[in-house]
């Protein structure tokens, strides 16, 4: 082979090289998430409150004691869930006089 074909191949390479690390470069990925629940805006300071939920249900009961089995539970947890709701009816802020968590949270994870 010449000497002018192998420069000619060698630069031929780098270019399609080049060209193929430019194409990934600028390459957007492409995420399906259109109409889904967006989180990002969310500060995560709005999830404490339910935190402090899970850890008086942990400190009170037992690590994830919520997902057992309960005798008669659709009714338990109903009525435990609009207790926590009546009390924080008229004060949004009401807090769980046990707990220190508030009404409103406890009742949204009954």
């Keep these: 082979m010449s000497e002018q074909l192998l420069r000619y191949e060698a630069v031929m390479k780098e270019k399609t090289e080049s060209e193929n690390l430019k194409k990934v470069v600028d390459h957007q990925g492409l995420k399906h998430d259109t109409g889904k629940q967006p989180w990002f805006a969310m500060p995560l ?14 400190k009170k009961y037992e690590t994830f004691n919520c ?19 009546e009390a ?11 707990t220190g968590c508030y009404h409103g949270c406890t009742g949204l994870l009954q």
Excluded: I, N, Y
């Design 88 to 98: 924080c009816q008229l004060d949004p802020l009401a807090k769980d006089e046990e």
């Design 45 to 58: 300071v709005v999830l404490k409150p339910l935190a402090d939920v899970f850890a008086a249900g942990e």
């Design 67 to 85: 997902l057992q089995p309960f005798e008669d539970s659709d009714r338990r947890f109903w009525d435990a869930t609009m207790r926590h709701l």
